[in-house]
């Protein structure tokens, strides 16, 4: 019956024109009412927060007063106010949406696709379907539990891309929404933009009777879950790998919530699709490097913290550090497993297939995210390789996109993801890579290997060592002005100039001095070591290759990255080379790319002066 | 060493680069001039001293900025339009070399600032979906013609990102 029910655009096909439009072409349409009474919820609580943890001494100076009976109030009174307060809010905030959602439709043209918003400047966001480059859609708890994600469509339209970001769509919406924007794009690269036939029967289905209709159905999925991981496995014969986390939360992951209506099955067939197996989740999760970071700085800030309250010795630090240990310890701990843990929420569930044209990634078990590449507009292929996987010998894929820079801020972990365009996948054995990357982009088959590179000349060595250990080792740099000023002192106590006449105050401070120096000559004594083990791995494995069609540039060291980029994604590129390298006869090669908000660049040192050359020559276009 | 791209920019623009560097380098100097002044009459008798080595430091910046750099960036600089790419080369120590294909080229326009203006100059600016590049002092009739060409080379080779 589910299957009956689903929208086949293929089918629905009437007189054999490919271009059937569910949305009718020029008739304004809103986004999902839960935008009224969902998103001021969310942005109400947000504000709270902000307010808390910006405004906390003075609510608990305030407490603090009531309780020491400075101030007396009538505890119901108050309760009451702040309930009454919190209402007030809510009610100015859903009144204030409920304007905006009056004000904000979105609507298919002939040539271009236009959301408009605004309540007192009216705006308007048009991208021309041409300029498609994805459509991709992410769903925030809250918004999951409605069933209902933000649609953000990029396009490429010069230096600035601009981006359109849809909110509140019912997920159903969302889908028809990816279709019909890539069906107006083949229909407006066909010339066929005016012969577009419309399925009124798909969109009334869904525009009118979605209340209903939707409620029905989350009764329905409540009482029967079906799995559409299910059916997709059955259409992918391809599929493989799928772990405990996927298959515990099952139906619940691939809940659609309570407006998200149907999933669009059949647009075109799944040729290659996998997910984690739960090694391979467990092991993304463990060697990401985000959560090790995080906790590290952690662990800094703590440790600097009881330095400093250590130094003061009153009562108070001697006081703090007896658990000093603990708390360091503990809020380490804290962080790496909460770190690890959003890390193992955000790959849970993750899906990627070929469908058609299109690479397609779902991941998120709590926060869904969908995301969707034409093959046409991959812009390079990243192979990366953290500290702890090159040791075990895995790497992430990520493929470069163009990302809209869009008219609303986008939050940082947005825009830190997109540094890293599309993960395609977060954990995979080194040799496996080709394997993954034929199965879901046969079309990249012509680009060269690795293995093939052509190493750096020997001169590449020495002065790589230099640059990472001696010019650019800013830890040297700053220790060597510690030392200094840390000898100034003390050849200022020396000569007299400064006389500290507690020998109490004047052990403690020379014992500081001692440690942080310690600390710090043996901190730079670490990192130029590791600097110099990386150059040498650089020197040693760095490589270029070009083809007539692909430009592979592999940077090697403690960590590695690989880019592979078609020569028809190339925007410029260029060589330089500074006094030292053309003594060498050596220069730097450059290649940018429009990936990324603005763009993108590989790079690497000291190839040959010639290959240099060839390089600018091969970046000329063929005739 | 491979060949030069063969045009120059017009020598006017070396003028142009001289101004422009004398008000960056006036308008920092007096704000580093009067950010000194407290250390400077803060202790008894070592603003001459102070003020003495500024004023050598500034004029030693003037004589690079305006008399030793302008020539040497000049005769550095290099572009070259040819069918299908534009070739720009520059620098004085780091020497860089740049291909731009012009299938990749979004748009090309003339720009002209106040100081361009008065020496009869424009910069013509070739912006890729990732970069501009900027060929920054030539005749205006010169840089119109070439953002003519650059638009029309750029229109035949156009294809989508």
């Not at chain 1, 924007?181 to 577009?196: D, Q, S, W, Y």
Request: glycine fraction near 6%; include cysteine.
């Amino acid at each position: 019956m589910q299957q009956e029910q689903s929208l086949n655009f293929a089918d629905d096909t009437p007189d054999g024109n490919p271009f059937v439009a569910t949305f009718e072409t020029g008739k304004h349409y809103m986004v999902h009412r839960s935008y009224i009474y969902v998103a001021p919820v969310v942005a109400v609580i947000a504000a709270l927060f902000f307010m808390l943890i910006n405004g906390h001494r003075p609510i608990i100076d305030l407490v603090f007063a009531i309780k020491d009976g400075e101030i007396s109030v009538n505890p119901l009174l108050a309760i009451g106010a702040i309930v009454l307060g919190f209402i007030v809010l809510v009610a100015v905030f859903v009144a204030l949406y409920a304007l905006s959602w009056k004000n904000m439709s979105y609507v298919f043209d002939h040539r271009e696709f236009s959301f408009y918003s605004g309540i007192i400047t009216k705006r308007r966001v048009h991208v021309p379907y041409a300029r498609v480059q994805s459509v991709n859609h992410r769903a925030s708890i809250i918004q999951r539990l409605f069933g209902v994600c933000t649609v953000t469509v990029d396009s490429a339209g010069g230096s600035s891309n601009k981006g359109v970001r849809v909110p509140y769509l019912r997920l159903e919406t969302a889908e028809r929404m990816r279709a019909e924007l890539f069906m107006r794009k083949a229909a407006v690269a066909a010339g066929a933009e005016n012969v577009i036939a419309y399925n009124a029967t798909a969109d009334t289905h869904s525009a009118q009777g979605a209340q209903a209709e939707a409620e029905r159905m989350a009764q329905q999925s409540a009482q029967k879950p079906v799995s559409p991981h299910a059916q997709a496995a059955q259409q992918a014969p391809k599929a493989e790998a799928a772990n405990t986390l996927d298959d515990a939360v099952g139906a619940v992951g691939h809940w659609r919530g309570l407006y998200g209506g149907e999933a669009l099955f059949g647009e075109e067939p799944v040729t290659h699709e996998y997910g984690l197996s739960n090694r391979e989740l467990l092991l993304t999760t463990i060697s990401h490097d985000k959560p090790l970071i995080v906790a590290f700085v952690v662990a800094l800030t703590f440790i600097m913290t009881f330095a400093f309250a250590l130094l003061a010795q009153d009562e108070f630090s001697k006081f703090l550090a007896s658990f000093a240990f603990a708390t360091i310890a503990g809020a380490t701990i804290i962080t790496w497993v909460f770190g690890l843990l959003t890390v193992l929420f955000s790959y849970g569930n993750f899906r990627a297939r070929r469908r058609g044209t299109r690479i397609e990634v779902e991941r998120g078990l709590l926060a869904r995210e969908f995301s969707g590449i034409d093959i046409e507009r991959v812009q390079s292929i990243e192979i990366r390789q953290s500290f702890i996987r090159r040791i075990i010998g895995y790497c992430e894929i990520s493929l470069g996109r163009i990302d809209a820079a869009g008219e609303q801020k986008s939050g940082n972990n947005n825009s830190k993801a997109n540094t890293k365009g599309l993960v395609i996948h977060p954990f995979v054995k080194i040799d496996r890579v080709n394997e993954i990357l034929d199965g879901l982009a046969p079309e990249l088959a012509s680009r060269p290997r690795k293995s093939e590179r052509t190493p750096l000349p020997k001169p590449a060595l020495r002065r790589a060592v230099l640059r990472r250990c001696l010019w650019f080792n800013w830890m040297l740099w700053i220790t060597i002005v510690v030392v200094v000023c840390w000898a100034i002192i003390a050849a200022l106590f020396n000569t007299g100039v400064i006389v500290i006449n507690s020998p109490d105050m004047l052990s403690k401070y020379g014992n500081f001095m001692l440690g942080s120096l310690t600390l710090i000559i043996a901190l730079c004594i670490i990192v130029t070591v590791g600097n110099a083990v990386s150059a040498v791995f650089w020197a040693r494995h760095s490589g270029y290759i070009w083809n007539r069609w692909y430009l592979l540039v592999h940077n090697d060291g403690l960590s590695t990255s690989t880019s592979v980029i078609p020569r028809q994604k190339l925007q410029s590129g260029n060589t330089r080379s500074n006094p030292f390298q053309r003594r060498l006869s050596l220069s730097t090669i450059q290649a940018v790319t429009a990936a990324g908000t603005r763009s993108s660049m590989a790079r690497l040192i000291d190839v040959p002066q010639d290959a240099g050359n060839e390089y600018l020559d091969w970046l000329k276009p063929h005739r | 060493m491979k060949d030069m791209p063969a045009n120059k920019l017009d020598p006017r623009v070396k003028s142009v680069w001289r101004i422009n560097d004398a008000i960056w380098i006036t308008v920092i100097g007096i704000l580093v001039g009067i950010s000194l002044s407290p250390i400077a009459f803060g202790f008894n008798g070592i603003a001459p001293v102070l003020y003495g080595i500024f004023g050598a430091c500034m004029l030693a910046i003037y004589i690079i900025w305006l008399v030793v750099l302008p020539p040497i960036r000049y005769v550095r600089w290099r572009y070259e339009v040819s069918e299908d790419y534009l070739d720009i080369a520059k620098g004085i120590v780091w020497r860089k070399r740049y291909t731009i294909p012009f299938i990749r080229v979004q748009n090309t326009d003339t720009r002209q600032g106040p100081i361009l203006r008065a020496f009869g100059l424009a910069s013509v600016t070739v912006a890729t979906a990732a970069k501009e590049h900027e060929i920054p002092g030539l005749e205006i009739e010169a840089a119109e013609q070439l953002r003519d060409r650059a638009a029309e080379l750029a229109r035949i080779a156009r294809e989508d990102v």
